[in-house]
């Protein structure tokens, strides 16, 4: 059985966080690299420690998997735990240290590998998104719906091209099969602004778990649609950074589904995507 929380005590938790950590550091810390390469601040460690500290006092019996913990501790609790927190306490941290005005704090409640509960932060705007399995998704306390997306051709969305298998990327600049693009930087906010209707398709190469086990459901539950960009499913509970297909609108869904699976128009032969 899933445990009972107080999910408004989590939302004004995160808000103390964002207040007491996360604003005051924004443009002011530095930041150092960690062994894959990301950037990681005093903001990223001291908000998690907070909030795991403040989680394990109301919520003893439940784990946090945390973005800035040693990944064989990561492991080791997908596997033994079969409840427990995942939190990401500062998605978009070149973003946070260059001065550019998006990031997020998302947390989620992981009960037999899938997400039940999932909230995100956005401390600029303050915007609280948040979520429960089969019980819809809500940004403020207004529900977010599913809204129909015009034809592919005409829609904007969010593309990181970075993460991207090359020959997919290239396909995806020489055809554009989209209107336009855009990359915010934060992924925990791209997901919660395509499930408020503020765009219409989300694709990403490698994504982290803690970067969508709030945030995925938030968009499921907003009506969205979501695979890996091969058409498989999306794996909730595995450490493995996984790509992303996603749109509110799951006719939208269909309309990128047919057009990955066609040849390219330069070549004829297959190519991997994901």
């Given at each position: 059985?899933?445990?009972?929380?107080?999910?408004?005590?989590?939302?004004k938790l995160?808000?103390?966080c964002?207040e007491?950590?996360t604003?005051?550091?924004?443009?002011?810390?530095?930041?150092?690299?960690k062994?894959?390469?990301?950037?990681?601040?005093?903001?990223?460690?001291?908000?998690?420690?907070?909030?795991?500290?403040?989680?394990?006092?109301?919520?003893p019996?439940?784990?946090?998997?945390?973005?800035?913990m040693?990944?064989?501790?990561?492991a080791?609790?997908?596997?033994e735990?079969d409840v427990l927190?995942?939190l990401?306490?500062l998605?978009g941290?070149?973003?946070?240290?260059?001065g550019?005005?998006?990031f997020?704090i998302?947390?989620?409640?992981?009960?037999?590998?899938q997400?039940?509960?999932?909230?995100?932060?956005?401390?600029?705007r303050?915007?609280l998104?948040?979520?429960?399995?089969?019980?819809?998704?809500?940004v403020d306390?207004?529900?977010?719906?599913?809204?129909?997306a015009?034809?592919?051709?005409?829609?904007v969305?969010?593309?990181?091209y970075?993460?991207?298998?090359?020959p997919l990327?290239?396909?995806?600049?020489d055809?554009?099969p989209f209107?336009?693009?855009?990359?915010?930087g934060?992924?925990?906010?791209?997901?919660?602004?395509?499930?408020?209707?503020?765009?219409?398709?989300?694709?990403?190469g490698?994504?982290?778990?803690?970067?969508?086990?709030a945030?995925?459901?938030?968009?499921r539950?907003?009506?969205?649609?979501?695979?890996?960009l091969?058409?498989?499913?999306?794996?909730?509970?595995?450490?493995?950074?996984?790509s992303?297909?996603?749109?509110?609108?799951?006719?939208?869904?269909?309309?990128?589904?047919?057009?990955?699976?066609?040849?390219p128009?330069?070549?004829?032969?297959p190519?991997?995507l994901?």
């Amino acid at each position: 059985m899933t445990p009972e929380v107080d999910q408004q005590w989590i939302g004004k938790l995160l808000r103390t966080c964002a207040e007491r950590f996360t604003l005051p550091g924004f443009h002011t810390v530095s930041a150092s690299r960690k062994p894959d390469g990301s950037v990681v601040t005093s903001v990223d460690i001291n908000s998690q420690n907070f909030l795991q500290d403040m989680l394990a006092a109301r919520y003893p019996d439940i784990p946090l998997l945390g973005e800035e913990m040693d990944p064989a501790e990561q492991a080791r609790l997908l596997q033994e735990a079969d409840v427990l927190w995942c939190l990401d306490p500062l998605d978009g941290t070149s973003n946070f240290v260059a001065g550019v005005p998006i990031f997020g704090i998302s947390l989620a409640l992981l009960h037999g590998g899938q997400s039940v509960l999932g909230w995100v932060y956005d401390p600029v705007r303050a915007e609280l998104f948040s979520a429960a399995r089969g019980g819809g998704a809500r940004v403020d306390g207004t529900p977010l719906r599913t809204r129909q997306a015009p034809e592919l051709r005409q829609c904007v969305g969010v593309v990181d091209y970075k993460r991207l298998h090359r020959p997919l990327a290239l396909r995806l600049i020489d055809e554009r099969p989209f209107h336009s693009q855009r990359n915010f930087g934060a992924s925990v906010l791209e997901w919660c602004w395509l499930a408020a209707g503020r765009y219409h398709f989300y694709l990403h190469g490698a994504q982290q778990l803690w970067d969508r086990a709030a945030g995925a459901l938030i968009l499921r539950e907003a009506g969205g649609r979501i695979t890996r960009l091969t058409g498989d499913s999306l794996d909730e509970n595995a450490l493995q950074p996984s790509s992303i297909l996603a749109t509110l609108d799951p006719r939208l869904h269909q309309s990128w589904t047919r057009w990955l699976e066609q040849p390219p128009s330069s070549q004829k032969q297959p190519f991997d995507l994901c």
